[in-house]
């Protein structure tokens, strides 16, 4: 099971979701669920590293295993010990308004959770953790 650690950093982004696809592409993920999986990590990311560690700069932590329930695919695991956030707990933007009337923000955590095929969050100590599956189609 691969893991990493990063810096909760812009500027390690593109490092992390190379670790993540590069693991994909070892559990034959084709070319659109590796997509899916790219967005839905990139949005979780870029959310703990705009979010989770206002104050000071923190860690995140990925680990890469094979989907449980599925012959291809691959489940996610990223954690961090920044502020407590449940995403899967905010609510849906309106996507039926037009753009000028839409909020901003939100919009990243609503498409992980159409994309990814399960996603599921805890709190355990300090430690948020979000756990994701992608099955291959």
């Known amino acids: 099971m691969p893991k990493a650690s990063f810096p909760a950093t812009l500027d390690r982004?593109?490092?992390m979701i190379a670790f993540i696809l590069d693991f994909a592409e070892k559990q034959e993920l084709d070319?659109?669920?590796?997509?899916k999986v790219r967005l839905a990590a990139e949005e979780i990311l870029v959310n703990i590293i705009n979010h989770a560690y206002?104050?000071?700069s923190g860690e995140i932590n990925i680990a890469c295993t094979p989907a449980e329930n599925s012959a291809a695919g691959l489940a996610l695991e990223i954690r961090d010990t920044g502020l407590p956030f449940n995403p899967l707990e905010k609510e849906d933007p309106d996507i039926s308004l037009p753009m000028e009337d839409r909020q901003i923000?939100?919009?990243g955590i609503f498409l992980a959770r159409k994309v990814m095929d399960e996603i599921s969050y805890e709190?355990?100590?300090?430690t948020n953790i979000l756990k994701m599956e992608k099955h291959a189609s």
């Open 13 to 15: 982004l593109e490092e």
């Open 31 to 35: 070319q659109s669920a590796a997509m």
């Open 54 to 56: 206002p104050n000071e």
């Open 105 to 107: 923000g939100g919009l």
């Open 123 to 126: 709190r355990r100590g300090d």
